[in-house]
């Protein structure tokens, strides 16, 4: 099986790190979950429904939507709380990377533990730059929901490509496939990772710059 890589990019204030990283990976979650399958005997099964909740940002012009389960709201907040704090800790520039795997478990027998391959990962690069006023902040909070909203729909437009997505399991293979210990929502089995780095590459800050200056400009 090959593994399906995306990447994506975006450069964002310290205070939008969390918003931005939470638009992307509940984005794609929505996408990536089902609601839980209620089985019948082996082999039959009806789906549940997926409720969808919006999410106002408040440091960028920008809503997102995403699936209503609290408990998986959790989870993510939680991996992007460490990630931001991470990055926090490089001091006030940073880079890092933030990755949502999608796996599947291939049982393997005693005393092996199973087999965990991947199918699709997504990779958000986070640049973090200072900003100097409030007016340069305005701008930012425009221009970092504009693109969002690009990545977003960059997001839509992978997803709904005909290419290969794990096979509905059968009762005794779900937790192959899905995690299914949230009480109302089954992703597909994922897991969260994330990478740092010490200094923001001088041509992404210049960059940000240079297009809030243009905006100045106008």
């Not at 450069?11 to 609601?35: F, K, N």
């Not at 549940?48 to 809503?63: E, K, M, R």
């Not at 391959?117 to 902040?137: D, F, G, H, S």
């Amino acid at each position: 099986m090959n593994c399906r890589s995306e990447v994506l990019e975006v450069t964002v204030e310290a205070r939008q790190v969390d918003e931005a990283m939470l638009a992307l990976l509940h984005t794609i979650l929505l996408h990536r979950s089902t609601g839980k399958f209620h089985y019948k005997k082996e082999g039959t099964y009806s789906i549940g429904t997926v409720g969808t909740a919006d999410n106002d940002c408040d440091f960028i012009d920008f809503t997102f939507v995403r699936v209503s389960s609290e408990e998986l709201d959790r989870v993510i907040r939680k991996a992007v709380c460490e990630f931001k704090d991470a990055l926090y800790n490089t001091g006030s520039d940073g880079m890092g990377q933030i990755s949502l795997e999608f796996y599947q478990k291939k049982k393997s027998r005693w005393p092996f533990s199973d087999e965990c391959i991947p199918w699709e990962v997504w990779t958000i690069k986070v640049n973090v730059v200072n900003l100097a006023n409030e007016q340069e902040r305005q701008i930012c909070r425009e221009k970092v929901g504009e693109k969002l909203g690009e990545k977003v729909i960059n997001v839509v437009e992978v997803i709904n490509r005909n290419e290969y997505l794990p096979k509905m399991p059968t009762q005794s293979e779900v937790d192959n496939v899905f995690d299914t210990s949230l009480k109302d929502v089954q992703p597909y089995l994922y897991k969260i990772t994330y990478q740092i780095t010490d200094s923001l590459g001088t041509s992404v800050s210049t960059t940000m710059r240079r297009l809030i200056k243009d905006t100045l400009a106008l």
